[in-house]
C-alpha cells in the first residue's frame, strides 16, 4: 500500500511538473493572423473565455490603429486591455504597445510610466530585459533633446531632470544589467551639461565602484578626470580640484595603460601637475619678494620641483634657489622703500608660536570627580558632620590669594577655618 502511494504522488508531481512546463502561453503576433496565444495547456482553451476573446479583439485593434499611425486610438484600445483585463496575458503587452505609442506622439514620460507599470506589476514578463532597453531608450531621446508634446500635441521644452530619472530607473531595477553602467555614464554628461558636479561625481563614483569590470570603466575615470579639471581655476586658487585630477589621471594611466585615452591622460596629468607646482611657487615668491625669508621660500621651491621635476614651474623654482644661495636679496618694493624690510621672526619666535599651535591643538581628557580628587594637590581634612561628630575625607585643596579665605566656603553647608585650610596644606 505505502509502494502504491508513492508512486501515486509520483505521478502527481511528474503531472504538475509538466503541467508547469507546458502551462505557460505566450503571446505572438504575426501580420497574418494578428495576435495569437501559443504554446501551453491553456493555449486550447483561453479562447473559450468571452473576456479573453474580447481583450484579444482589442489587442489586433490597438495593433491595427498602430500600424496606421493612428496613435491615440491605439492608446485607446490598450488601456481597455490593462484597465478590463490587467490579470490576463494580454495586460503586460498592452502595457508594451501602449508605450510605444506614447513615445511616437511625443509623450515620453507617458511612455515610460507605461513601462514601468509592466516592471511593478509583472516582474515576470518575458521581455523584461527588452523593457530596459526601452526605457533606456525613452532616456536617450530625451537626452538627446527631443522635443516632448504636453497632451501629444503642444510642444514643451527637454526636460533633463527627466532623463536622470530614467537613467536612475533603469540603474536600480536591473542593477546588474547591461544598461546600468551606460546609464550612469550618461547622467554624468547631463550633470556636466547642466553644471550640476555633484550629480556627474555621484553618478561616476557609483559606475567607478559597482562596475570596475565594465567597459565603461575607464572611460569614467578619464570623465571624473576631466570634470576635476573643468573645477579649476589657476595656482591662485584652491588646488584640491587639481589634487583630485592628478589622482584620476595617473589611475587611468595605471589601471588602462593600453586604452586610446593614454595620450590625453598624459597631457592632462602633465597639465594639472604644472598647475599645481605653480601653486607652490607662488608661495614660495611670495616668502621670497614679500616677507624676506628665504628658508620658508627654500621648502616651497623644492616642493615645486619635487611636484613636477619637468615643468617650466620647476626651472622658475631652481633659477629661485640659485638666487637664495648666492645671497641675491629680492627686490626692494615700495613697501620696503617707505619702511623697511619685512622682519623675518626670530627663531624664539617661531619656537613660541609652535607651542602656541600645539596647545590648541591638545585635547584635555574628561575625567570623573573621584579621578580628579586623587591627582596630585589631594589632601585627607576633618568636618564636623550635623551629629557632632569629625569625619575624615579626601578633598582637593585648591590655593587662592590672600585674604580670600574667609569668603570662599560660605555656602550654608560648611566652612574652613584657617587652621584647616593651614592643616590641610
Do not use: C
Amino acid at each position: 500500500m505505502g509502494i502504491m502511494k508513492m508512486r501515486l504522488i509520483a505521478i502527481v508531481v511528474a503531472f504538475a511538473f509538466a503541467f508547469v512546463r507546458t502551462g505557460r502561453a505566450d503571446l505572438v503576433w504575426t501580420p497574418e493572423r494578428g495576435w495569437q496565444i501559443e504554446g501551453g495547456v491553456l493555449a486550447n482553451v483561453i479562447g473559450e473565455n468571452v473576456n479573453v476573446t474580447n481583450a484579444l479583439q482589442a489587442m489586433n485593434e490597438g495593433k491595427k490603429a498602430m500600424d496606421e499611425e493612428d496613435y491615440w486610438a491605439a492608446i485607446g484600445y490598450y488601456k481597455l486591455v490593462v484597465n478590463e483585463y490587467p490579470d490576463s496575458i494580454f495586460a503586460p503587452e498592452a502595457y508594451f504597445q501602449m508605450s510605444k505609442a506614447y513615445v511616437a506622439r511625443g509623450q515620453f514620460m507617458d511612455g515610460y510610466d507605461a513601462l514601468q507599470e509592466i516592471v511593478r506589476r509583472y516582474p515576470d514578463y518575458p521581455k523584461f530585459n527588452q523593457i530596459i532597453g526601452e526605457q533606456y531608450n525613452i532616456a536617450a531621446l530625451i537626452q538627446g533633446g527631443a522635443t516632448p508634446y504636453i497632451w501629444g500635441w503642444f510642444p514643451w521644452f527637454p526636460n533633463y531632470k527627466d532623463a536622470i530619472k530614467i537613467y536612475e530607473s533603469v540603474v536600480r531595477d536591473a542593477p546588474y544589467g547591461d544598461y546600468a553602467p551606460i546609464a550612469l555614464m550618461n547622467i554624468s554628461l547631463i550633470g556636466e551639461d547642466e553644471d550640476n558636479f555633484d550629480i556627474a561625481f555621484d553618478a561616476l563614483d557609483r559606475l567607478i565602484n559597482n562596475y570596475p569590470q565594465s567597459m565603461f570603466a575607464s572611460d569614467a575615470y578619464m570623465q571624473m578626470a576631466k570634470l576635476y579639471r573643468n573645477l579649476v581655476e589657476g595656482p591662485e586658487y584652491d588646488q584640491t580640484p587639481t589634487k583630485n585630477a592628478i589622482s584620476f589621471f595617473h589611475d587611468y594611466l595605471v589601471l588602462f595603460p593600453e586604452e586610446a585615452g593614454v595620450s590625453d591622460a598624459e597631457q592632462g596629468l602633465e597639465d594639472m601637475e604644472d598647475i599645481y607646482a605653480r601653486s607652490r611657487l607662488i608661495i614660495g615668491d611670495f616668502y621670497y619678494y614679500y616677507r624676506n625669508n628665504g628658508v620658508a621660500a627654500s621648502i616651497f621651491y623644492n616642493e615645486t620641483i619635487t611636484i613636477a621635476p619637468n615643468s617650466n614651474a620647476a626651472k622658475e623654482a631652481k633659477a629661485q634657489l640659485d638666487k637664495i644661495d648666492k645671497g641675491i636679496p629680492a627686490p626692494m618694493t615700495p613697501y620696503d622703500w617707505i619702511w623697511g624690510r619685512y622682519e623675518p621672526p626670530t627663531d624664539s619666535e617661531l619656537e613660541e608660536d609652535l607651542r602656541l599651535e600645539e596647545f590648541a591643538n591638545d585635547r584635555f581628557e574628561s575625567m570623573s570627580v573621584d579621578d580628579f580628587l586623587l591627582q596630585p594637590g589631594a589632601a585627607v581634612v576633618e568636618r564636623i558632620t550635623p551629629s557632632g561628630e569629625a569625619e575624615a575625607y579626601e578633598t582637593f585643596i585648591p590655593t587662592y590669594g590672600e585674604g580670600l579665605e574667609p569668603y570662599l566656603f560660605d555656602d550654608g553647608i560648611y566652612e574652613w577655618t584657617q587652621n584647616e585650610i593651614d592643616g590641610a596644606l
